[in-house]
């Protein structure tokens, strides 16, 4: 008996119907398995933050990244940003917050893409000048576009390094305080009741300093924000009085537990940390803050 040789018409065409099919099953699972919370990925970028961190503390005594100082005022931009042969020994200016961070860039080979959390309104800095990104300062003209994240306040008396205490915060999402979304009738809008359950340091007998903290950041529609501990875990926290002994990690502490929960706003006036406990963070924004930087 002669064996059949080839396929059938009616198996060919079962053929040419299921392997796309199958295709198309492999590619969507694919990308559904590609499609990460975006909560997840602000989180893991600041988890990358802290080996960079390491990193730098290792090769620069346990210090942090902290960009010039002395004359230097704490602006909008950072002057010179794009001249590789920026001296900043000499030359007076301004610089961001962001240019501190930047240093992670240049000497920990972190990707600018890392600063970026994808619910926020920042997009990440292209590097469009005829340098080498390691040569630059600063996330560009408009560093507060391109970076998603807040950073223990650089230029005042108390900047975090290598050997300050595990549980104070050093970066986390942005600042409500430097959010151009946070006024005072948005605030006003909200009831003291809705944001009970948001905000546990609340004095429910306070009308005052409830308005003050409104607390969580922005992008992820205030119902807490990732922050990264010096004792490099990352954690999504509900409420911003998470550092050491109730320390709100977004405003200037003091000495009652009252004052570090609760906190003062910072303000043009007043951004510093009040001690080596008080994680202040802060990030840079447009037309607004403009500090002399000092150690």
């Known amino acids: 008996m002669q064996n059949r040789k080839g396929m059938t018409l009616t198996e060919l065409i079962v053929v ?6 199958v295709v198309f099953l492999v590619i969507a699972l694919t990308n559904r398995s590609r499609r990460i919370p975006p909560g997840i990925i602000c989180g893991t970028n600041l988890k990358g933050m802290a080996n960079a961190f390491n990193i730098y503390a290792f090769d620069y005594d346990n210090k942090y ?5 002395g004359t230097h005022t704490w602006g909008t931009t950072t002057t010179g940003w794009d001249d590789p042969q920026k001296d900043w020994s000499k030359s007076d200016g301004t610089m961001t917050v962001a240019s501190s961070l930047y240093l992670l860039v240049r000497e920990a080979d972190v990707s600018p893409k890392s600063f970026i959390c994808p619910k926020s309104d ?10 080498d ?7 560009g003209p408009e560093p507060a576009r391109h970076v998603s994240y807040s950073y223990q306040f650089p230029y005042g008396k108390f900047p975090s390094t290598g050997v300050t ?6 970066m986390a999402d942005r600042n409500p305080w430097f959010d151009n979304k946070l006024t005072r009738s948005s ?3 909200e009831s003291m009741e809705s944001y009970l359950d948001k905000v546990s340091l609340i004095d429910p007998d306070d009308n005052s300093k409830w308005k003050q903290q409104i607390g969580n950041t922005q992008p992820h529609d205030r119902e807490g924000q990732n922050v990264l501990f010096n004792d490099g875990h990352v954690e999504f926290t509900k409420t911003p009085d998470v550092g050491f002994e109730g320390d709100n990690i977004y405003t200037i502490s003091g000495k009652a537990q009252e004052d570090k929960r609760r906190g ?8 510093d940390a009040f001690d080596e406990n008080d994680s202040l963070l802060v990030n840079d924004r447009k037309n607004k803050y403009s500090k002399k930087a000092g150690k």
């Open 122 to 131: 920042e997009r990440e800095f292209v590097n469009k000048t005829a340098h």
């Open 65 to 69: 990244p902290v960009q010039g100082a």
């Open 133 to 139: 990104i390691v040569e630059l300062w600063d996330f």
């Open 16 to 21: 040419i119907i299921v392997i796309p099919i």
């Open 264 to 271: 003062i706003a910072p303000t043009a006036d007043n951004i």
């Open 165 to 170: 205490r595990p549980e104070n915060a050093i």
């Open 187 to 189: 605030i006003e809008k």
